[in-house]
């Protein structure tokens, strides 16, 4: 029979809605329930696609025995962490504090009042590797509930403190500087990993944000340094297991330090984000590899991830059938050199082999590799190395095919908005473009109320029930505000600054600060504030961009001072921690620029405006912000007072209150947006 979870819109609970546990979303009423019962309440916390929360599923919360002993002496509620950002940071936060490490799935056990007292993550069914069994934790936390109820109290009373007592040290007021951009550039070029690419040891996850940031700074300063970092970690991850060398996308991190072994879940975020980064690195470089894997990064989103209603799901599975009937991580994605010449024959096995870097030894699990493209292949047919991709693709596409989480969120589908609009943009692809407007076109009908209030995710067409969080508004509105770059029209900049208005007026703290979740959203034991990264830009460093980019758009000082005021903290971080404020630097850089400010006029059909347009689009200046229309169009602010120049279409570049003459030249414009780019 199922239970509490049966009308859940997240794929992930809806997983659990037929476990023998009698599960509870969260909400207040199992908090009443618990205090009725005077029991403690355990809190689950994964998400759909968690290798790991699926093996504790199986191995505990379907046993009927484990399921029995937990409804008799708790209440347990199950959260997915991408509907509720705010539930799981609260108690991520919690678990790190006292252990020291956290992860998913989260195990927190609290009082009825929501007061935390004992954490884990994944537990076993029986003990080894020096952790109890999840039985054993179950027993001693009802064994101290019922025995030693006051030291629990004093246990979770003090966490509780502890956490409402941590701030966020500024290091001063103001915004960051050479000085701080120079050092955020030392820290980070002292962990680079010169041999395989990227940041730190293993795992090693993209580094999206950092890579924007190196990508802005070379385009500011002219440092080849920042620019070798970021192509060459780009390079690497494009070469790596880590990225689908036949079906396009990556892989959510490499279990090793060099990108060979993926964990193999897919998410948005990280395709969103990495996809926009290669499209800048090839708009820095014109590098054909960059220019690969950004289009097929982004056709990889559009065919895998996009929804019936125009949204784009959350995240595949790492599991799959194995052929079996056993679900194993990484089944659809593996393959060994038999299953080469089941496919191509002998001859071309061997071939793509030698291409793949596919071993009788395997890569992986069982002699099986994962596909990557070594550095000492030598020369290769192109040709025939097109057709055994394609050969190999549609033999993979018989493959069961790993689950896939429909759920849409707000924030993620922006990040994608954002990136697919330039992309398009960028290649020529008006496709991507209109894929990318479907999109912000269902956010704004569905998840979008009449107060610019965004619910965090939908499904299947309709909204949940949570609000969104600082993340949602501001990477909604970033993609609204690159939509408006690359279409031209000018209500996709309207509807961004609908969004920014709610974070003016729902997210902003006393100094400057950024809270993560709204004034009026429902009150946690600690109400979440973090501006650094973790898979994708913090709600925070992101809000700084948008409103930044939306200030250079409008000329509005409200926004722009709410974004000086947001990057303080990245004065105090970014020389400290640049791995984890990438996003905030990126923003820094643009705030250093600027940013400028493009106007394009001329007629939508005129080649000439469209050229200057392009031009405008291709221009590395940090967070450089375009409108494009008619002299006088009302579509943009930056177009009022832009006479054409003799007729012809001109652009106009402005910064810190200061204009360049108008130009009719593509060259001349190129030459004023790229500064110190290579070429």
Known sequence: MPNRLADATSPYLLQHADNPVDWWPWERAAFDEARRRNVPVYLSVGYSACHWCHVMAHESFEDTETAAFMNEHFVPVKVDREERPDVDAVYMEAVQAATGQGGWPMSVFMTPDGEPFYFGTYFPPEPRHGMPSFRQV???????????????AEVATKIVRDLAGRSLAYGGAGVPDEEELAQALLGLTREYDDRHGGFGGAPKFPPSMAVEFLLRHHARTGSEGALQ????????????????????????????????????????????????????????????????????????????LRTPEGGFASALDADSDDGTGKHVEGAYYVWTPAQLA?????????????????????????????????????????????????????????????????????????????????????????DLIERATEAAD????????????????SKDGQAGTHAGVLED?????????????????????????????????????????????AHDAEPLIRRPQDP??????????????????????????????????ALAVVKALGPRAPRFIGWGLAVAEALLDGPREVAVVGEADDERARGLWRTAMLGT??????????????????????????????????????????????AGLDRTLSGTRST
């Open 138 to 152: 179950l027993e001693g936390v009802r064994s101290a509930w019922t025995d030693r109820r006051e030291e629990v």
């Open 229 to 304: 970092m970021a192509a060459d970690t780009c390079e690497a991850m494009a070469r790596g297991g880590i990225y689908d060398q036949l079906g396009g996308g990556f892989a959510r991190y490499s279990v090793d330090r060099e990108w060979v072994v993926p964990h193999f879940e897919k998410m948005l975020y990280d395709n969103a984000l990495l996809c926009r980064v290669y499209a800048h690195l090839w708009r820095a470089t014109g590098s054909d590899l960059a220019r690969r894997v950004a289009l097929e990064t982004a056709d990889f989103m559009v065919r895998e």
């Open 342 to 430: 089941d496919v191509l024959g002998d001859e071309d096995a061997r071939y793509a082999a030698h291409y793949f870097g596919v071993t009788e030894e395997g890569t992986f699990e069982e002699g099986a590799s994962v596909l990557q493209l070594p550095q000492d292949v030598g020369v290769m047919d192109a040709d025939r190395i097109a057709f055994i991709k394609s050969r190999l693709f549609l033999a993979r596409e018989r493959r069961e095919r790993p689950g896939r989480d429909d759920k849409v969120v707000a924030a993620w589908n922006g990040l994608a908005v954002a990136a697919l609009a330039e992309t398009g943009a960028y290649f020529d692809r008006p």
């Open 442 to 457: 269902l956010l704004v009908r569905l998840h979008m109320d009449t107060g610019a209030r965004l619910a965090r995710t």
């Open 473 to 517: 508004y501001a990477d909604v509105a970033e993609g609204f505000l690159a939509l408006a770059g690359a279409t031209g029209e000018g209500v996709w900049l309207e509807f961004a600054g609908f969004l920014l208005d709610v974070v003016l007026d729902q997210f902003v703290a006393e100094g400057g600060a950024l809270y993560d979740t």
């Open 532 to 565: 650094t990264d973790s898979a994708a830009p913090s709600g925070w460093t992101a809000a700084a961009g948008a409103l930044l980019s939306y200030a250079a758009h409008t000329g509005s000082e409200a926004h722009r001072s709410a974004a000086e005021g």
């Open 621 to 666: 200046a940090p967070g450089a912000v375009v409108a494009f229309g008619t002299p006088d169009s009302e579509e943009f602010p930056l177009l009022k007072d832009r006479p054409l120049v003799d007729g012809a279409p001109a652009a106009y570049v402005c910064r810190h209150f200061t204009c360049d003459a108008p130009t009719t030249d593509p």
